[in-house]
């Protein structure tokens, strides 16, 4: 009974994103930023309960109306970019992966710069996808990037430095 009772308040939840969603693209239209709240909070609740096709679709759709609004280069396209990287990483699918996470990073370099401590997770990203894809050299430049990022922003002695190390290494 306790199963159930979870189950049915997971759907009734997901129920009132949707109806709120609805309502924002009969007020604004099917492609307009005022639907992203309720877009990104779909998509928190695709990933709590694992609806992955949910969460890609969610995901899919934020990063066409932050284009559409924002523009090609905004930074918060880059995060969305990478947060569709990191899905595609968690599902192991590395060469959808690559192409979102280089964007995600061309997009973050543009307005954070080249050796911004923020860049660090789309590195690692990219260095898991570039290893499973065995591209053991374009792994090995992005590891020793985000290196370079940790030690000077974090210092020679810093715990993450030695996890990228183990990477570097492995």
């Not at 061309?106 to 894809?133: F, M």
Request: hydrophobic share 40%; charged share 25%; aromatic share 6%.
């Amino acid at each position: 009974a306790l199963n159930q009772l979870a189950l049915k308040k997971q759907y009734d939840t997901r129920a009132l994103f949707i109806g709120a969603l609805g309502i924002l693209e009969r007020t604004h239209g099917s492609e307009a930023f005022e639907l992203l709240p309720a877009l990104g909070n779909l998509a928190r609740w695709a990933q709590i309960f694992q609806q992955w096709e949910s969460l890609e679709t969610s995901l899919l759709r934020m990063i066409a109306i932050r284009e559409k609004t924002q523009g090609e280069d905004h930074p918060d396209l880059g995060w969305e970019l990478h947060n569709l990287g990191k899905f595609y990483v968690s599902q192991k699918r590395w060469a959808v992966a690559e192409p979102r996470l280089e964007k995600s990073l061309l997009i973050l370099e543009k307005k954070l710069g080249w050796n911004h401590a923020s860049l660090l997770p789309v590195l690692d990203n990219l260095v898991v996808v570039r290893t499973q894809l065995k591209r053991h050299g374009a792994a090995e430049q992005t590891a020793r990037r985000a290196l370079q990022i940790r030690e000077s922003q974090l210092g020679e002695t810093h715990p993450d430095v030695a996890s990228t190390l183990d990477s570097l290494a492995s």
